[in-house]
Structures are given as C-alpha cells and as structure tokens.
C-alpha cells in the first residue's frame, strides 16, 4: 500500500470508525486514541493488508481495541441486567432519533456492534462475523434480538405519547 | 408463506434484511396489508434500522494520521546528497587519519594519543538523547574488548543546531568489531548546507587497516547518491593512488516516510562486516 492510498483510507474511513467506536463508547477520547492507534497499525503492516479488505482490517483491529477497553473499564451493560423500569425511556420525550440512540445504547456489546456495523455500514453477515469474530449464525440472530429489542422500544413509546 | 403471531418476527426481520425468496417476500407483504397488527409490526420494525445523524459525527483529526507522499524524490534532493558526501567524507576522513596519522611506523597499533577519543572519555553523555540495547557493554565497548557474537545496537539523538525540531538520529547495528558512534550536527532545514557529522568513537584500528574492500552500490535508486558519495571520497582520498577503503555497498531507504533521509552504509571485508545506519530527521 503506497502512503498515497493509506492517505485516501484516512479519508474515506476515519470519519466511519471514529463514528463506530464513539457510539459504543460513548468517550471522544477514547474513540479519537483508538482511531489513532488504528491507523497507526495500517501504516505499519501496509504492506501486507490486501487493499480490497482494508476497510474490514480497520474495523477489526478497532473493535479488538474498542472491546480491550471495555472490558478493562468493565463498562459492558448487558441487557438482563438492566432493570426493566430502566430500560424504557426518559421522562422527556426528545424525539425518535434520540430514542433509538438511547435503546441502541442500552443494547449488549455484541447485538449493538453488529447492527451498527450493519446499518451504518453496510456490512454482510460474513464480513460483520470477520469483524466481531462470530459464525454468520450469530451475528444474524444478534441483529435480529437487537431489532427486536428496538422494535419493541418504539412499541413502548408509541404507547406511552 | 404462512405468517403466524409465533413466526411473524423472524419473517419481518428476514423481509428486512432481504433474506426472503422473491415468492415469500411477495406472500408475507400481502399478509402484512392484509392485518393491521402485522402493518403496525413492520413498520416498527422497519424503523428500527439505524440512520446516519443529520449532524454526521466526524472525525477531526485526520491530519495527525496522514503520511507525506511523494518524498522518494527527495532522497536525491542536493541536500540529500549533500548530506550522505559529507558523511562519508568525514568517514573516510576520519580512517585516513586513523590509518596513516595514528599508527607508528612498526604497525602497531596506537591505543591512545591525543587525537584518539577512548570509548570510556566518548562525549556521547552530551547527546539529547542516548538508546542502547540491553545487550550494549559499554565496559566492553571501553575496554575493547566486544565480541563478534555481541549485538550492539545504538541510536544517539542530538541537538541540531539549537532547533529541536531537527534532530539526527545515528543507528549503528551489529557492528562485529568496531563500534560506530557519530555526533551529527543536522543543518538540513538550511539549503545547500549539509549536514557535519564528526565522528565521536572511531573504527577499530583493525578494521581501519584492512585492505582491498570493495565499493558495490546494487540498490539501483541509490545510483546517483553513490556517485555523490565517490565524488566525495575522492576528495578525500585524492592524494592516493590507490584507496585502501571503499564503501562497499549503500543502501538508500526509507524506514519511515517522515524521514529526510536514511542510508545504510556497510563496510566489508573477507573478515569483518560493520552497518551504520544513518538517520537524517526533519
């Protein structure tokens, strides 16, 4: 990889992983370190990461980092163990968007990486399991738990305006 | 397809997600607008995808990770070549006087005069910064005494002119018997003025003696730096009808794209094999 291209990945991914790990961590700085670190990591194996897979590699390497950091903070909410009341909404209502971001923020680590990997990039079955380390099997019913649990939120709210 | 209230989450998800067969897809939208609970459940579920913001999150700092491009010209910018003649130069310059200023007329070895800088007095305590392996013996290294088998690997960072900004880095690898330490004063920031390097521990004089090594340059982007490094070589060897020393071979890379410069140079003989790798930092 010539640094012209590293340069052009820069561009074309860092505003998406910087989006990818700032929404599960909720941290600018951590997001902003793993983004650099990243990176960093292209630019020291660019010469063997195949260039077609390049955005995957990225991904990887930093939901690896991103899921380093949570476990070390402990900061993994898992969705059983959030009490019910907690899991609806705020007593204001702020608007739908607002009301997703927060539903995906209370998903488990694993369902809310593969449905923003999904949705946000677009991403297939196989290459989100090459990303999060699962089978095809698991990150399926992952996004599928993960859009129910969504669903039934808007559901919930629905009922509540 | 039948869709029950037992199936019907899967179905939608899989109707969402477009893993449906054209036929089942067709089926389930017609049950869909057929019952008004499956309406209000698609479209739930369809909502649940997520969208970009409309203020999109974006990444700020994308000019703290991109690399310089284009820089291989600059390896053989003039101040590039300014830089490695004037290396070599004071190399050789330095052997030369080794050679023939520092050993008595019987061929014995000198260890110590006044010109002679011992390892134990090396100014090197004076560099911004000094990174030695685990391995380096400096005991060994005053007292001589450095086996083939020792590595020794030494990078000494030093003060470019008061600019801190300009900072050379000497790395010096695997020498087998002589240790190679330079003091270099980087004026690379100033055109047309090449870096001075001096020499803070020689070659080992037995290395320095030893005839017949050969110049080979066989990295073919380095063709015009090796003709730079002879120009340079010749005006200190001039006087000479034959060199006792060559380079024999230089290697010019890039270890890292924010490097000005970086050059192997590697002096051979049947016994006794010593890299220097020069670093040159903007």
Redesign the interface.
């Known amino acids: 990889m010539?640094?012209?291209r590293?340069?052009q990945c820069?561009?074309d991914y860092?505003?998406a992983?910087?989006?990818f790990i700032?929404?599960n961590l909720k941290d600018e700085y951590e997001a902003?370190n793993i983004?650099?670190n990243t990176?960093e990591k292209l630019?020291v194996r660019r010469e063997n990461v195949d260039e077609k897979t390049v955005k995957a590699f990225l991904f990887k390497v930093a939901y690896n980092n991103m899921i380093d950091i949570i476990r070390k903070q402990k900061q993994t909410v898992k969705l059983e163990d959030v009490p019910e009341r907690n899991q609806s909404y705020s007593d204001e209502f702020t608007g739908?968007?607002e009301e997703?971001d927060k539903a995906?923020a209370r998903l488990p680590e694993n369902q809310r990486t593969v449905?923003?990997l999904r949705?946000?990039e677009g991403y297939d079955y196989k290459s989100i399991g090459e990303i999060a380390g699962m089978t095809e099997s698991q990150v399926?019913i992952n996004?599928?738990r993960?859009?129910?649990f969504?669903?039934e939120h808007?559901?919930r709210l629905e009922v509540m305006l | 397809m039948k869709m029950t209230r037992e199936n019907y989450e899967l179905l939608l998800f899989e109707l969402l997600e477009g893993e449906l067969s054209q036929e089942d897809a067709h089926q389930v939208m017609q049950q869909i607008e057929k019952d008004a609970f499956y309406k209000k459940e698609w479209d739930l579920m369809q909502r649940s995808v997520l969208h970009e913001d409309d203020h999109p999150v974006l990444f700020t700092k994308k000019d703290l990770l991109l690399r310089p491009t284009g820089r291989r010209i600059f390896m053989f910018t003039p101040v590039a070549k300014y830089a490695a003649a004037a290396a070599l130069v004071l190399i050789g310059g330095w052997w030369l006087a080794k050679t023939f200023l520092l050993n008595d007329d019987s061929g014995n070895k000198i260890t110590k005069t006044e010109e002679t800088i011992v390892p134990s007095e090396m100014p090197v305590d004076d560099a911004v910064g000094i990174e030695d392996d685990v391995n380096y013996d400096r005991t060994a290294v005053a007292k001589n005494e450095i086996s083939e088998s020792k590595k020794v690997q030494r990078v000494v960072k030093v003060d470019a002119g008061g600019s801190t900004d300009q900072v050379a880095v000497i790395k010096v690898a695997d020498p087998v018997i002589a240790d190679l330490s330079y003091k270099t004063v980087n004026t690379l920031g100033i055109d047309n003025s090449p870096p001075e390097m001096t020499m803070i521990q020689p070659f080992n004089t037995e290395l320095a003696i030893l005839p017949d090594l050969v110049f080979q340059n066989d990295d073919k982007d380095g063709t015009s730096l090796r003709e730079v490094i002879n120009d340079g070589l010749a005006k200190v060897m001039g006087p000479l009808s034959e060199p006792k020393i060559k380079i024999s071979r230089v290697k010019v890379s890039r270890a890292d794209e924010k490097e000005a410069l970086a050059f192997n140079v590697t002096f051979t003989s049947v016994a006794y094999k010593t890299n220097a790798y020069v670093q040159l930092k903007r």
């Open positions: 010539t640094s012209h590293y340069n820069v561009k860092s505003d992983l910087y989006r700032l929404k902003e983004v650099q990176f630019w739908i968007k997703i995906v449905i923003m949705d946000y399926k996004i599928f993960a859009r129910k969504l669903k808007l559901s």
